[in-house]
């Protein structure tokens, strides 16, 4: 059974960093296309950054120079590295794995604005 776990969320305030975590187990990771979605309250869920099997990456407008998507292959996980975060940024995080018509999701880890 394929399970996503992730965690590192919190409280942050705008221009602080925060790093989330992806562990899979059930699987390995290299061989899905790897994200990271967010849902913020009243929004849709949105794709924020992506990884794939062979290692493109790929990020939405909005987080591109200050998020870094990128997987630890000996510890089947995958990272997203947040860095000057603005009051935008507060959502639920949440993991995936695609390949094909197959999705697996993580339960989220929410991420709040601290002013």
């Known amino acids: 059974q394929v399970q996503l776990v992730e965690s590192g969320g919190g409280l942050v305030r705008p221009g602080g960093s925060l790093r989330l975590s992806c562990v899979a187990s059930?699987?390995?990771?290299?061989?899905?296309?790897m994200g990271w979605f967010r849902q913020a309250p009243g929004k849709q869920r949105e794709l924020v950054a992506s990884?794939?099997?062979?290692?493109?990456?790929k990020y939405s407008d909005s987080v591109r120079g200050r998020f870094t998507i990128y997987k630890d292959i000996p510890n089947n996980t995958v990272y997203l590295l947040m860095s000057s975060l603005e009051f935008d940024d507060t959502a639920v995080y949440y993991c995936?794995?695609?390949?094909?018509?197959?999705?697996?999701w993580g339960q989220g880890t929410q991420v709040n604005d601290s002013s």
């Open positions: 059930g699987t390995l990771i290299y061989i899905w296309d």
């Open positions: 995936n794995a695609n390949y094909l018509s197959t999705n697996h």
């Open positions: 990884i794939t099997r062979t290692n493109s990456t």
